[in-house]
């Protein structure tokens, strides 16, 4: 059983930033690809960030590339999200999520990973 907690989130200007921290429980973290989506109101939840096990590879939606970054630390057992030059259209609750087997790769589908957060509120003011 995996536990994510999500922090970071908040209420911030556009173009300011945010940078939201996920921690995750588990010995093997290391060995886990990450994952982070959002959902906006009245939306369905997409795919923000990925990155694979090794951190070496990660992978952007298009309407977050250039702005947002992954990232994970593995002596703390958590992954992160930079995110700047914040817009409006980026308020959403953000999650993470981990995959537990098979993490080779990068995954930017819902169903492929198996744990997910609480979720953390972004609100981008214009």
């Known amino acids: 059983q995996v536990q994510l907690v999500e922090s970071g989130g908040g209420s911030v200007q556009a173009g300011g930033s945010l940078r939201l921290s996920c921690a995750a429980s588990?010995?093997?973290?290391?060995?886990?690809?990450m994952g982070w989506f959002r959902q906006a109101p009245g939306k369905e939840r997409e795919f923000v960030a990925a990155?694979?096990?090794?951190?070496?590879?990660?992978y952007y939606a298009d309407s977050v590339k250039g702005r947002f970054t992954i990232s994970r630390d593995n002596a703390k057992n958590t992954v992160y999200l930079q995110m700047n030059s914040l817009k409006p259209e980026d308020t959403a609750v953000y999650y993470c999520?981990?995959?537990?087997w098979g993490t080779g790769l990068v995954y930017t589908r819902q169903y492929e990973y198996d744990y997910w957060g609480q979720g953390t509120q972004v609100t981008v003011s214009s």
């Open positions: 999520a981990v995959r537990t």
């Open positions: 990155g694979a096990w090794s951190g070496d590879s990660t």
């Open positions: 588990g010995p093997t973290f290391s060995n886990y690809a």
